[in-house]
């Protein structure tokens, strides 16, 4: 929500278990787009689109949905407004891990390669467009970088470009003083997602041992569920998920 970028607003939904397309995804970006302009008094003209969750075998399935729905978030408010638009999946669960060939660059007490190593020759894709980014310093066991994988990028990014503006927003998350291992839009996503999660417990089940969590609408109605993690407006421009 400013020009830092250091700032950010959320909206959530409900949505059915397993299932990996952001069904609302125009409603919702249509959304932050107003609260951006509100915040700014300016439309962007870039959105930059870090998305976590999916893995390979579902590229090509989530970049035609999400991507169609963030052209038709931004058609909506103006007919003209089309925004360049640069899609990046992050990933973490991998097994790729990264050393370091001189021992002196070694970092730590286990050894670790220095935060900021990026590389995208040689164990990267022939042809496509990503890079692995370590962009944490390790603090106890093997650091394992960052996959990403640029499906689109209206904004020609140079590969540069993309990895430095990736590792920067790593230094923003504002729970760590220190760079994480994801950029923090990324980061905030889960927050985000784990406390509406947590609007969704059973107050019924609650006990002194624990609670009940619905992953499921199952027996719940759809609408009772999206009221339950609904942001009130006086909250939505802040940062409460932080």
């Not at 103006?78 to 973490?92: C, R, S």
Request: net charge positive.
């Amino acid at each position: 929500m400013d020009a830092h970028p250091s700032r950010y607003c959320a909206t959530v939904r409900v949505q059915q278990h397993r299932q990996d397309i952001i069904q609302d995804l125009a409603t919702m970006v249509r959304e932050l787009l107003i609260q951006f302009y509100k915040s700014t008094r300016f439309k962007p003209t870039r959105i930059i689109y870090y998305r976590d969750g999916i893995s390979e075998g579902q590229f090509n399935q989530v970049l035609q949905h999400e991507l169609l729905a963030i052209r038709e978030a931004c058609i909506k408010l103006e007919k003209d407004y089309q925004p360049g638009i640069t899609f990046v999946v992050v990933q973490k669960r991998h097994h790729t891990r990264l050393f370091c060939m001189d021992r002196n660059e070694r970092v730590g007490k286990s050894g670790n390669i220095p935060a900021g190593t990026t590389v995208d020759t040689k164990i990267t894709h022939p042809s496509e467009f990503d890079f692995y980014l370590c962009s944490h310093a390790g603090i106890q066991g093997t650091s394992r970088p960052s996959h990403y994988h640029v499906l689109w990028d209206d904004n020609h990014f140079t590969s540069d470009e993309l990895q430095v503006l990736t590792y920067q927003l790593c230094h923003t998350y504002v729970r760590c003083t220190r760079s994480v291992s994801i950029p923090a839009p990324a980061y905030y996503a889960h927050l985000v997602a784990f406390r509406a999660r947590y609007h969704l417990v059973d107050k019924e089940h609650d006990s002194a041992e624990g609670s009940h969590t619905s992953g499921q609408s199952n027996g719940r109605d759809h609408q009772a569920l999206a009221k339950a993690v609904q942001i009130h407006q006086d909250t939505l421009r802040t940062m409460y998920f932080a």
